[in-house]
């Protein structure tokens, strides 16, 4: 029978078939650990007498709630300090490998996976994370779990689940130039809503799609959660395979040769159905910015703030006058007549080299606006060096900007990095939730290309606003 | 976990949707290293606003929760059905569920009861009308009644057996062993590993 993607690799990891309305037993390839949704796990198995089944398929990193300076000191929060100890205690007791803090590999979990070759196409990958569906850009199905499966995944290395649906997600022709994979996954999620990806696997396809470098992929990817989908994914190929090949963790020699072969039989069949399908045309795009407090609050940056009126729906409607409120905006106003406090470039979205190379090649040169704040956090302690290699950090700092250690940062308002109420962001994570980077702060999500350009010129703003 | 058959309480109407899990927990509070003990940050920056509506002293022994469409988007943090737990919420009904959201309260023992958008508009209007008023969840029957509103309520039927039984997943799996072992056996070698 012909399959997808998700189908394929669904199918390959069952353990035991479910009957009726019992689910099936899936297999977990690797199982991504961090500080703040494995505690319980761990303090679960000591109560129940359980070991971690395979701590050889499972490794943690400290990413959430982290500080970006100072690392070489204790956490001062003391709060803090005593969930990042549990994890290294719990990690050392049940024999699982960690990547701390000042290790070459800490960082994001979300760009850990990846960037050690551990991420691999046909694998199933989870983690008490919801972000955890970026890794299905080298498709694998990955997704994010609670703290109660993250215990069940350290006991049995399995999760009984039921089959999602999938939804191809077809986005023809090539993107403008200057638009980027974050414009494309904002657009996608304004299209289908916050909850249109509930129960399915979405897979990204079309021309499009395979143009996109795999960084681009991750940051699509990553974002699936925000359309509502449990994971995002996109079928193997060359540019893939030429990603893994050379990591650290990527299979070698003649075992390559074996996982490539396999890897290629992958992608979705031609005959395949999907249970819905999205199509976009990808010529018709722009940058894309959210002026919400949800990632499906967003439009051109061209546009302008929308008038809650013109929503035919009653519920979108008084959704978008409490999102305006909460974010002081007035309908009619242009997107780019909107002034920020801050910018943050970072997570596991839009942290990755690319990201800041991106970045850095709009900020060469030029200052940050008068009385604007920019941070720049790596995704990891390896993508700070390699960017510490190319002089980004220089280009960074010249222009007034904060160059930061690895983290979540200020995407999630639980670590030192917050914004203060009432203040204003462009960032490039991935939610605008009412308070997400901090209690009272106000995000529109943007691209790499949109934040720098945002802040050379303080207000939303895209690199062709600087005749770039 | 606790078995659920039927539950009756007070309903507490939260008219919004995207209920996100930022909301219902802020991160702040994730720092915790316990699995109890959340609810003083339920639904936190909400709650420094007078007029929300759980602010309302009538909503302090509420134990039934109906809310909007998208309910429990975002993190997957399991704090949010900790933190409505802890404050004494055993149902949350809504028109839609966050997929991840709806997983762990399954895990936590919290029933999600998806109704459709009629029946919890019916719901808030009852709710709003006689602030205070119970209504009663029978899981066995999936049947929700407040006053003169009677409507059913739809959940995944492994988990409603789960709930009715109150049985723990790991216990469950933890007779597949033998299969998961031969499972094991069947993988390719070259499979990435954390340890070298």
């Known amino acids: 029978m012909a399959k997808t993607l998700s189908e394929k690799v669904w199918d390959a990891h069952v353990v035991a078939q479910g009957e009726g309305d019992t689910p099936d037993l899936l297999y977990v390839d690797l199982h991504l650990i961090h500080e703040v949704t494995s505690p319980q796990a761990f303090d679960g198995l000591r109560a129940a007498g359980r070991k971690v089944r395979r701590p050889d398929l499972t490794v943690a990193t400290e990413d959430h709630n982290v500080p970006t300076l100072n690392i070489d000191k204790p956490i001062a929060d003391p709060i803090s300090r005593a969930q990042v100890e549990a994890l290294r205690t719990n990690c050392d007791e049940f024999g699982v490998p960690r990547y701390s803090l000042g290790h070459a590999e800490q960082g994001i979990v979300h760009v850990v996976g990846p960037q050690t070759g551990l991420t691999q196409p046909g694998m199933t990958i989870v983690c008490g994370d919801s972000h955890t569906s970026t890794h299905g850009a080298f498709g694998a199905l990955a997704f994010g779990i609670g703290t109660s499966e993250v215990e069940h995944v350290l006991a049995t290395q399995t999760l009984p689940l039921k089959k999602f649906k999938t939804m191809a997600v077809t986005v023809n022709n090539q993107l403008p130039a200057g638009v980027t994979a974050k414009d494309l ?5 304004a299209k289908i809503g916050t909850g249109g990806g509930q129960g399915y696997v979405l897979e990204y396809r079309g021309e499009a799609v395979r143009n996109l470098s795999m960084e681009g992929r991750m940051t699509m990817c990553n974002m ?95 959704a978008a006058e409490r999102a305006l409120v909460y974010m002081d905006l007035t309908p009619g106003t242009k997107l780019k007549d909107i002034f920020v406090d801050t910018v943050f470039l970072g997570s596991c979205t839009n942290g990755r080299i690319e990201d800041l190379r991106a970045a850095a090649s709009i900020i060469e040169g030029n200052k940050l606006a008068n009385n604007l704040k920019m941070i720049v956090v790596p995704g990891s302690a390896r993508v700070r060096l390699q960017a510490e290699s190319e002089g980004l950090d220089k280009v960074f700092v010249a222009a007034g900007a904060e160059w930061r250690n690895a983290g979540c940062s200020m995407c999630l308002g639980m670590n030192p990095d917050k914004l203060s109420s009432g203040e204003r962001a462009a960032s490039t994570s991935n939610r605008n939730f009412e308070g997400r980077q901090g209690p009272g702060g106000r995000t529109h999500l943007v691209s790499p290309q949109v934040a720098a350009a945002t802040a050379l010129l303080g207000h939303l703003a895209e690199p062709k606003d600087l005749g770039m | 976990m606790e078995a659920f058959k039927t539950h009756t309480g007070i309903g507490a109407p939260l008219r919004r949707s995207n209920v996100d899990t930022d909301q219902i927990i802020p991160a702040e509070y994730l720092k915790r290293i316990t699995r109890h003990g959340y609810e003083d940050g339920l639904f936190k920056a909400w709650r420094d606003d007078e007029s929300f509506v759980m602010n309302h002293p009538i909503y302090k022994n509420a134990t039934v929760l109906v809310a909007g469409a998208e309910f429990g988007t975002g993190s997957s943090r399991e704090h949010a059905v900790w933190a409505l737990m802890d404050y004494g919420f055993k149902v949350v009904i809504s028109p839609r569920f966050a997929d991840i959201f709806r997983g762990n309260s399954g895990k936590g023992g919290l029933l999600t009861a998806q109704v459709s958008d009629e029946v919890t508009e019916q719901l808030w209007a009852y709710l709003e009308q006689s602030p205070g008023a119970e209504i009663t969840v029978d899981l066995p029957t999936q049947t929700i009644t407040a006053g003169a509103i009677s409507a059913s309520f739809e959940i995944d039927p492994y988990v409603k057996w789960r709930l009715v039984e109150g049985l723990d997943d790991i216990g469950i799996t933890m007779q597949q062993l ?19």
Do not use: C
């Open chain 2, 178 to 196: 033998e299969q998961i072992t031969s499972f094991e056996h069947s993988r390719a070698a070259w499979r990435p590993k954390t340890l070298s």
């Open chain 1, 224 to 318: 699936s959660i925000e359309g509502g989908a449990r994971a995002g994914m996109i079928a193997p190929d060359e540019t893939t395979f030429a990603y893994i090949q050379g990591k650290d963790r990527a299979p070698k020699g003649k075992d390559w040769d074996e996982a490539v072969a396999y890897w290629r039989t992958l992608p979705t069949d031609a005959d395949a159905k999907f249970d819905h399908e999205v199509i976009l045309d990808a010529s018709t795009l722009s940058p894309f910015v959210t002026w919400g407090t949800n990632p499906g609050q967003g439009v051109p940056l061209s546009a302008v703030v929308p008038d809650p009126a013109d929503f035919s729906d009653p519920v979108e409607r008084t």
């Open chain 1, 185 to 189: 996954i904002l657009t996608i999620i």
